[in-house]
T-cell receptor, first 113, second 108 residues
Framework: KAGVTQTPRYLIKTRGQQVTLSCSPI?????VSWYQQTPGQGLQFLFEYFSETQRNKGNFPGRFSGRQFSNSRSEMNVSTLELGDSALYLC????????????FGQGTRLTVV | GIQVEQSPPDLILQEGANSTLRCNFSDSVNNLQWFHQNPWGQLINLFYIPSGTKQNGRLSATTVATERYSLLYISSSQTTDSGVYFC??????????FGTGTRLTIIP
């Protein structure tokens, strides 16, 4: 069974641009969560999607948004990029609930210059 | 929200040594997981252990939910064990809350 796949692996963007990251969960998994990891703030929860609906949201500005498709694949979008958005973005999938075992992708490393 | 503390923050050991990593959490949880973040950034799920003891090769974990802590044991350390170890908890359908991690360095 394939693991969680995140694309792209690396991105370099300029301040003010927008970016879209993609996550394909493990086959059969319907819950997808996104996390931001920075050296200063650690791992912070962005949002969780289940059955195409946002079920939970973290404390991030509206520039961060996401969606989930009917095949459970998820995308997150960051608009008007700031230098502080440079981070490793990690996606996790679980079967149905966010308190079930979580499996992470390799992450997308975003650098904003 | 739930607070999660890990200790020690850093640990440097010789290859072959044993180690114990601790995770304390501030409230009742129904899910505790241990992860190893490899040098490429991926979080590898080591254990899903809301309570009790589990073993997987040289690694084992124990969670005492009533006392709000969990321990991860690594025996006969290898250089490939190096990296950052995180515990993460949640309750119900809430988000996973991660600890600040323990950075383990195994010296050959």
């Amino acid at each position: 069974k394939a693991g969680v796949t995140q694309t792209p692996r690396y991105l370099i963007k300029t301040r003010g641009q927008q970016v879209t990251l993609s996550c394909s969960p493990i086959s059969g998994h319907r819950s997808v969560s996104w996390y931001q990891q920075t050296p200063g703030q650690g791992l912070q929860f962005l949002f969780e999607y289940f059955s195409e609906t946002q079920r939970n949201k973290g404390n991030f500005p509206g520039r961060f948004s996401g969606r989930q498709f009917s095949n459970s694949r998820s995308e997150m979008n960051v608009s008007t990029l700031e230098l502080g958005d440079s981070a490793l973005y990690l996606c996790a999938s679980s079967l149905r609930r966010s308190d079930e075992r979580a499996f992470f992708g390799q992450g997308t490393r975003l650098t904003v210059v | 929200g739930i607070q999660v503390e890990q200790s020690p923050p850093d640990l440097i050991l010789q290859e072959g040594a044993n180690s114990t990593l601790r995770c304390n959490f501030s409230d009742s949880v129904n899910n505790l997981q241990w992860f190893h973040q490899n040098p490429w950034g991926q979080l590898i799920n080591l254990f899903y252990i809301p309570s009790g003891t589990k073993q997987n090769g040289r690694l084992s974990a124990t969670t005492v939910a009533t006392e709000r802590y969990s321990l991860l044991y690594i025996s006969s350390s290898q250089t490939t064990d190096s990296g950052v170890y995180f515990c993460a908890v949640n309750f119900g359908n809430e988000k996973l809350t991660f600890g600040t991690g323990t950075r383990l360095t195994i010296i050959p």
